[in-house]
Every structure is written in C-alpha cells, then in structure tokens.
T-cell receptor, first 114, second 111 residues
Framework: AQTVTQSQPEMSVQEAETVTLSCTYD???????LFWYKQPPSRQMILVIR??????QNATENRFSVNFQKAAKSFSLKISDSQLGDAAMYFC???????????FGGGTRLMVKP | GAVVSQHPSWVICKSGTSVKIECRSL??????MFWYRQFPKQSLMLMAT?????????EQGVEKDKFLINHASLTLSTLTVTSAHPEDSSFYIC???????FGSGTRLTVV
C-alpha cells in the first residue's frame, strides 16, 4: 500500500518570503501522480499543483513549484512571494496509475505573518 | 474546468435519522466518484469508491449498511448516512474520477 508522509505539522513564513513544504511517499509503482492541495478554513480542497511521475521536469504554477525527486520519493512544494491568502492546510497526495483514488499525507498548516 | 457540486454544505440532524449527501459532476461525466471523510484537524480518509451502475467498494472498517452509496447516473453519486449517531458527525467530501477536483464538502452534525 502507498503511504504519504508530511513531516511538518506546522510551518510559518513571513509575507513575501519563500517557504518549502516537505512530502515523502512510498510506492512500488513506477507510474503515478503526485498532488498538492490547499484547504483553507472553508475546507474546500483546492488543487494547487500536480506532477506526473514519468515527467522529469518539475511542475510550476505561478508562485508554486515542486521539487520532485523520484529516486528519493520526495515531493516538496515551494511557495514564493508568500501572501496572506496562502495561509491554509496543505495536503500532499499520491494518485494511482489511473490517477483516481488519492492517498493523503497528514497535512501541514501554513501560517503567513504580515 | 471540471466542477463537482456537493449538497448540502452543512446539515444538522437528530440521532437515528438518515441524511443524504449529493455529489454531481456538472460539466463532465464521472464513471467513478470517491467519498472521503475528514475529522477535525486530520487528513482525508477514503471511505468508498462509487462506480456508476454497480455496487460501491468500501474501505476496510467502513460500514456499508450505514453509509449507503448510490451512483445511478454518470453525473450523480449520493451518500446516505443511515440511522445517524453523534459519532458520525464529520466532514464528508467527494471527488470525481479523472478530474482530481473535489466537491465543497458537507459538514454533518448529529445531535
């Protein structure tokens, strides 16, 4: 079974600074998907970024980028120019080969200080 | 983009009653939908996989007779919490296959 681990229960960043959230996973598959979701207080799950395992290039979405290290089974999220609206729970997730069922990490609460 | 609509957003019910939660894919067809449960300050846990036209697949430890799932069409899946009890109070959220998008979730409180 796949597992996803987020070792940082809480992180804090100063507004406009950069922060990196860590995620490691375990799988025996070679083809899979990885995701970062943002969950604000409304509890809506918002897809931030996704990475296909077969792609070596790291995914980027505006201020959000990932560092995908397949051999190390590491998938960190970097948020640049942090904004107050970035404050939320962030979940790392693993998707199976069909990209459907997701396995989530325990989450990291990100606080942004003005 | 792919939109998943979930209703109701919140519901309060009396112990012993049943509650139905709907999850709809608005602009695409979802042959498979996933139902997750989230306790306060915890992560999402998969409860069941809903397949259109067939029986749902439940995760270990999830009571299939308590959490009835119906997926009668390619755009609608429903989760019915039967004979609800206070321990069923939680946040329930659905996700449609392929899209990786989630409904807005339902906060259930059983009193």
């Amino acid at each position: 079974a796949q597992t996803v681990t987020q070792s940082q229960p809480e992180m804090s960043v100063q507004e406009a600074e950069t922060v990196t959230l860590s995620c490691t996973y375990d799988t025996s598959e070679s083809d899979y998907y990885l995701f970062w979701y943002k969950q604000p207080p409304s509890r809506q799950m918002i897809l931030v970024i996704r990475q296909e395992a077969y792609k070596q290039q790291n995914a980027t979405e505006n201020r959000f980028s990932v560092n995908f290290q397949k051999a190390a089974k590491s998938f960190s999220l970097k948020i640049s120019d942090s904004q107050l609206g970035d404050a939320a729970m962030y979940f790392c997730a693993y998707g199976d080969n069909a990209g459907n069922m997701l396995t989530f990490g325990g989450g990291t609460r990100l606080m942004v200080k003005p | 983009g792919a939109v998943v609509s979930q209703h109701p957003s919140w519901v309060i019910c009396k112990s012993g009653t049943s509650v139905k939660i709907e999850c709809r894919s608005l602009d695409f067809q979802a042959t498979t939908m996933f139902w997750y449960r989230q306790f306060p300050k915890q992560s999402l846990m998969l409860m069941a996989t809903s397949n259109e036209g067939s029986k749902a697949t439940y995760e270990q430890g999830v009571e299939k007779d308590k959490f009835l799932i119906n997926h009668a069409s390619l755009t609608l899946s429903t989760l019915t919490v039967t004979s609800a009890h206070p321990e069923d109070s939680s946040f329930y959220i659905c996700s449609a296959s392929v899209s990786y998008t989630f409904g807005s979730g339902t906060r259930l409180t059983v009193v």
